[in-house]
């Protein structure tokens, strides 16, 4: 039960996983949630997130932004870093994470996915098979109805780290 819960691993940023190992070991599409996984939520793209997607280019990986937020959101940020995108990508319901493989020609073995919520990113990868990152929030302030799903990550995060280390990352 406690395994379609689980994260394949969790970090402590999106900006600090060692993306070339994971290139060495065959993965080649990223799918990236955005708000506060890459960015605060409503805060516009910066230096760093535009930089960082250009090094995940030249590392020779495709990318896909899914976010649940609307487009006015999201289509700027992804215009920004220069990646396809879905808004209101409905996670954890398969269907987006599905073709946002498709939009960038990886599967399941090949793609990884990168989120900052339990229920709704990670979920949603493991109903699909994907292998998953979990990160930690990058902002404390969250909408309330965020905020509640918070309450209900923590035993299960708590649980996770029994029996694994965080930011070891072994796919
Ligand atoms: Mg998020």
Redesign the pocket.
């Known amino acids: 039960m406690t395994n379609f819960l689980y994260p394949g691993a969790y970090v402590d940023s999106a900006f600090t996983i060692d993306y070339k190992k994971l290139w060495e070991k065959g993965f080649r599409g990223l799918l990236f949630?955005?708000?506060?996984?890459l960015t605060m939520h409503n805060v516009e793209a910066e230096k760093r997130e535009a930089n960082f997607f250009v090094h995940l280019r030249k590392l020779g990986f495709k990318t896909v932004i899914l976010s649940n937020n609307k487009k006015e959101r999201v289509e700027p940020f992804a215009k920004l870093l220069k990646t396809p995108f879905i808004h209101r990508a409905h996670k954890p319901l398969s269907r987006a994470y599905i073709k946002a493989m498709k939009m960038i020609g990886t599967n399941v073995d090949n793609t990884l996915f990168v989120?900052?919520?339990l229920y709704t990113?990670i979920v949603g990868a493991n109903i699909v098979g994907l292998k998953s990152i979990l990160v930690r929030?990058i902002s404390p302030k969250e909408a309330f109805w965020i905020k509640l799903k918070r309450i209900i990550e923590v035993p299960v995060i708590a649980l996770y780290k029994i029996n694994h280390k965080k930011n070891d990352i072994n796919f």
Do not use: F, H, Y
């Open positions: 949630d955005v708000d506060n996984t989120g900052d919520q990113d929030p």
